[in-house]
């Protein structure tokens, strides 16, 4: 029997998939509503496979090791692993540079 791990999404990764969903429901609610079920299914195998996802290549440089991605083109779902826990902590256009998302991140907690 494999051990599962329980995902929980961080408010940070919730309002990230909010924000992407409600930007492509502009244009189409149906193309929205398949990207969430994409998402959500990319991220579900991460209950039985938490491991699957590598390494974030630019936190890797820092050697900040206990953050993982998947990427579903052209998001990238952030994650780390705690015990039998999975935490998605961003959904990050790929696009976009990674270290200054996060960077900002950091700046403007609250």
Do not use: C, F
């Amino acid at each position: 029997m494999s051990n599962r791990y329980k995902v929980i999404w961080s408010k940070t990764a919730k309002l990230d998939l909010e924000t992407i969903i409600e930007y492509i429901a502009e244009d189409s609610i149906t193309n929205a509503l398949n990207i969430l079920s994409k998402i959500k299914t990319k991220t579900s195998v991460l209950v039985n496979y938490p491991m699957r996802g590598r390494i974030v290549p630019e936190l890797k440089e820092y050697n900040i090791l206990q953050y993982r991605e998947i990427i579903y083109k052209p998001w990238r779902i952030i994650y780390k692993i705690a015990e039998n826990k999975v935490y998605v902590v961003s959904v990050i256009d790929g696009r976009r540079n990674v270290e200054d998302v996060l960077l900002d991140r950091l700046i403007n907690q609250k």
